[in-house]
């Protein structure tokens, strides 16, 4: 194969940067399409306020005139400033089963993170830690939710053949809900409740929920601040976020605990599955994406966890108990059977621990790799 890679510079550059996993995976059963729009606003530095901290450039492969592969590479200053790193962030990587455009792709990035003065490349990570990051490295034959990968088997192999050692694992687990939620842990709500003074702060509607939004992603600064490759979002990217994910939460399914001086202190958010209707919607919302996406939250059997935050000051207070019991109150009522939780670091093992008290299967694993120059 003749490989040529070119920098994306034009607007049907970006478009076929974006076209590419679609074409890839068109006939896989379990990959779950982005919206097309959202992935191209991603990568603009007029509607991504990422790019205020960051410089990226993105690429793709070409074999004539079909395009064979794509990645991108970032450079995140505040994270590289935060842990006093040289770190190039290697991104949005996806390639055909051929190694000289895998090589071809790595190498253009890793070259143009040299010209940044970097030491060294791990990934695939995003902008920030709610953005694409890792590469499935077991679990190809489950549907990831919306917030986690799906890549093909082979991709672990091409890396590695490059030179990218392990760097971190993320674990996913599926969870069976019982029927009736123990009466023990009903009691254990109560209790938690009353000896902090705690208030479980319901939602009725979008509005509601979006007033909390900015103290969520508040909490989410503090109680992530500490973990792999965090990146701190600051008021510009918070609002990005609240606009592109809360408006189609369904407010029910989020869950705030506050203190007794109305500080949020633990949030939980969760959503319907809405992986097979992104399969039928193909990316877009119009025509029929909308009404495919609107089934799928109003009748979950499967819910996805997409996030979960505590206080540092409140992490051994049964905080995340109280939110998971107020969370399976809810899905009991729409008959919810099955949990997936997204990714959790591997050395996590508190988190890890929760969820193996329930009935479950550890079924994914994504991993981030690196390379030292």
Same mark, same amino acid.
């Given at each position: ?147 986690? *990968?799906?890549? +093909?088997?082979?991709? %672990? =192999?091409?890396? $590695?053949? &490059?030179?990218?050692?392990? !760097? #971190?694992?993320?674990? *996913?687990?599926? +969870?069976?809900?019982? %029927? =009736?939620?123990? $009466?023990? &842990?009903?009691?254990?709500? !109560? #209790? ?5 003074? +705690? ?175």
């Amino acid at each position: 194969m003749s490989v040529q890679i070119r920098p994306c510079s034009s607007s049907a550059d970006f478009k076929a940067f974006v076209q590419f996993p679609f074409d890839l995976y068109r006939n896989n059963a379990y990959w779950v399409p982005p919206m097309k729009k959202d992935e191209l606003a991603a990568l603009q530095p007029a509607t991504n306020p990422a790019f205020r901290n960051c410089e990226a450039q993105f690429w793709i492969a070409l074999d004539g005139d079909k395009v064979v592969g794509r990645i991108g590479a970032i450079v995140n200053h505040v994270y590289n400033e935060k842990t006093g790193t040289k770190l190039c962030r290697l991104s949005r990587l996806e390639f055909v089963n051929d190694r000289s455009v895998s090589t071809a792709l790595l190498r253009t990035a890793e070259e143009w993170a040299k010209s940044k003065g970097m030491s060294g490349i791990h990934g695939p990570l995003g902008f920030t830690n709610l953005d694409h990051q890792a590469i499935l490295i077991e679990g190809f034959d489950h549907l990831p939710s919306i917030a986690s *990968e799906y890549h +093909l088997p082979y991709y %672990k =192999e091409h890396l $590695e053949a &490059a030179g990218y050692e392990k !760097e #971190m694992d993320w674990v *996913e687990f599926r +969870l069976k809900l019982e %029927k =009736e939620i123990p $009466e023990k &842990a009903l009691k254990l709500n !109560e #209790m938690i409740q009353k000896r902090y003074s +705690l208030k479980v702060v319901h939602f009725s509607n979008r509005d509601e929920m979006k007033a909390y939004a900015q103290k969520i992603f508040d909490l989410l600064n503090n109680a992530f601040s500490d973990l792999f490759s965090f990146v701190p979002m600051d008021q510009e990217l918070c609002t990005f976020y609240i606009n592109k994910y809360f408006s189609f939460l369904n407010p029910e399914f989020v869950k705030v605990i506050e203190d007794k001086d109305a500080n949020v202190i633990g949030f939980i958010v969760s959503l319907p599955s809405l992986s097979e209707a992104m399969q039928k919607a193909g990316g877009k919302l119009f025509p029929l994406g909308w009404w495919y996406l609107s089934q799928a939250l109003k009748k979950p059997r499967v819910v996805d966890l997409l996030l979960t935050g505590i206080h540092p000051d409140w992490q051994a207070q049964g905080v995340s108990a109280l939110l998971i019991t107020e969370l399976q109150k809810v899905m009991q009522r729409h008959g919810t059977e099955f949990v997936e939780t997204t990714g959790m670091l591997e050395t996590n093992e508190k988190a890890i621990n929760h969820w193996k008290n329930y009935d479950h299967i550890q079924h994914k694993r994504k991993r981030c790799f690196r390379k030292m120059f």
